[in-house]
């Protein structure tokens, strides 16, 4: 497209009114999917938009409205969210308190002067500090997840003087260039080298963590941080092994490492718990939160830490700063996340659905060996390991035929993700346990028996 105002200003206008209906014609639909994808192709990245279209079979399935656990294409058709945008929809699409919340201070303020004091932020580490575990009093709000563990690792520099990271094969911490380092697949880090210092261990292996933070890098440079999922998402789901954590709090302080918890997918009630961290009762010196964060309104992230290494940030403030990160709206639906999850109790319904779900997808593994082969997570944060990437995508596009969205882990293809909203219903978990059931015995059908 070669500049052209007046088209510009024609076409936002009618975009606008396109917001504002409430009723779309039939017309008005198919022009909606039919630009949406003309215009990914040849303005976004035509070469996502195959991934975009996700398990349909054609592109019409645009996404238009959603609420509670289920959301609605253009055209209508309902869906169960199994998926949870990858784990952001912790309090359910569109919560009324935090649609509230957030309506209401847009009718104030939207975004702070970066100059006076903007009360929301306050509120918000306050309440921060209020749920999180230990002494983690101090919080910077971020954008997004990937910010979030920018910000702990400057605070580890910072703290330590040190330069070196260590993080566990499997992770995923996002894909700026900070936390790109930590995220483990080769893949995505390759093209970007070098990258800050980083070393991988195998996820759960205190031997190995051990000897990462007894020995010096060849630059003579110790560990700042060890930076670890206390539940890895991308990674397949795998939960730490009981006493990991714990070991990984000594370990660190044996040698002078600061301990970073990425509870950015595992956080803000997914796991049963507040944080996954609180099940095994171990306080890092920094904690990373996004996605859920925000209430599934609006994106916000946080650094969160401790006084002590929070000291050399409080000296020079200015060492991290950010225009948008904690403005006042994101603030609002944050404040209002955190009341939600605590008035309805939804970390503890977040681990009752999740013992109601896991015993009857175990049943289905031994049922059907040949295609789904381990189930495992806690709470509402399940994995499903199939025999293969292609039963695991089979199965996914027979439950989309079924009316439920679902989607793998980004660096295990073989898992596919269980994160619905935390305020899915019972009825809705078994809607959807029909039509895995359903949908694993199409699959089983066309693989060959395991013998
Ligand atoms: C554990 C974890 N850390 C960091 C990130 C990066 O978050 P964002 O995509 O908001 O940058 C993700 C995103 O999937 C994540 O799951």
Redesign the pocket.
């Known amino acids: 497209m070669t500049q052209d105002l007046e088209k510009a200003k024609a076409k936002s206008r009618e975009v606008l009114e396109l917001i504002s209906k409430k009723e779309l014609t039939q017309d008005e639909r198919d022009k909606v999917i039919e630009e949406s994808v003309r215009y990914w192709t040849d303005h976004v990245n035509a070469g996502f938009l195959k991934y975009r279209k996700s398990v349909s079979t054609d592109y019409t399935a645009v996404e238009w409205e959603d609420n509670g656990a289920v959301f609605r294409d253009i055209n209508g058709k309902e869906f169960i969210d199994m998926l949870g945008g990858?784990?952001v929809y912790n309090v359910g699409h569109r919560h009324p308190t935090v649609l509230k919340a957030v309506t209401e201070q847009l009718q104030r303020q939207a975004i702070h002067s970066q100059e006076l004091i903007d009360p929301l932020r306050t509120y918000l580490a306050h309440l921060v500090s209020l749920i999180t575990p230990g002494d983690l009093n101090y919080s910077f709000f971020s954008n997004?997840?990937?910010?979030?563990?920018e910000g702990c690792m400057k605070m580890a520099m910072l703290a330590t003087g040190r330069k070196h990271f260590v993080g566990t094969v499997g992770?995923?911490?996002?894909?700026?260039l900070g936390?790109l380092g930590g995220t483990s697949k080769a893949m995505f880090r390759e093209p970007f080298m070098p990258l800050l210092r980083w070393s991988h261990i195998p996820f759960g292996d205190v031997k190995a963590l051990e000897t990462a933070l007894s020995c010096a890098d060849f630059n003579g440079d110790r560990v700042a941080a060890f930076v670890v999922?206390p539940v890895?998402?991308?990674g397949g789901i795998n939960v730490a092994p009981p006493g990991y954590l714990k070991a990984a709090r000594e370990l660190c302080d044996k040698y002078g490492a600061v301990l970073v918890f990425?509870?950015?997918?595992?956080g803000m009630g997914r796991t049963g718990k507040m944080f996954y961290c609180d099940y095994e009762g171990v306080v890092p010196d920094l904690m990373?939160l996004?996605?859920a964060f925000g209430g599934g309104v609006m994106?916000i992230?946080a650094v969160v830490g401790t006084e002590k290494v929070w000291a050399k940030y409080v000296e020079n403030p200015f060492l991290h700063t950010t225009t948008f990160g904690g403005n006042p709206l994101a603030c609002a639906a944050a404040i209002a996340t955190i009341s939600v999850l605590l008035d309805e109790d939804l970390p503890k319904q977040a681990k009752e659905k999740g013992e109601y779900m896991i015993p009857k997808m175990n049943q289905l593994a031994k049922r059907y060996p040949n295609v789904l082969s381990v189930i495992r997570g806690v709470g509402l944060m399940i994995g499903m390991e199939f025999t293969s990437n292609e039963t695991g995508y089979s199965v996914a596009k027979e439950l989309f035929a079924r009316n439920i969205l679902i989607s793998g882990t980004?660096i295990n293809a073989r898992v596919l993700r269980v994160e619905p909203p935390l305020v899915i219903s019972y009825e809705q978990i078994d809607i959807f346990l029909k039509a895995l059931e359903e949908s694993i015995a199409v699959v089983s059908k066309l693989q060959p028996a395991l013998t």
């Open positions: 990858f784990g997004s997840g990937t910010e979030s563990v992770a995923f911490h996002g894909k700026t936390s999922e890895q998402g991308e990425d509870e950015i997918q595992s990373a996004g996605k994106p992230g980004y």
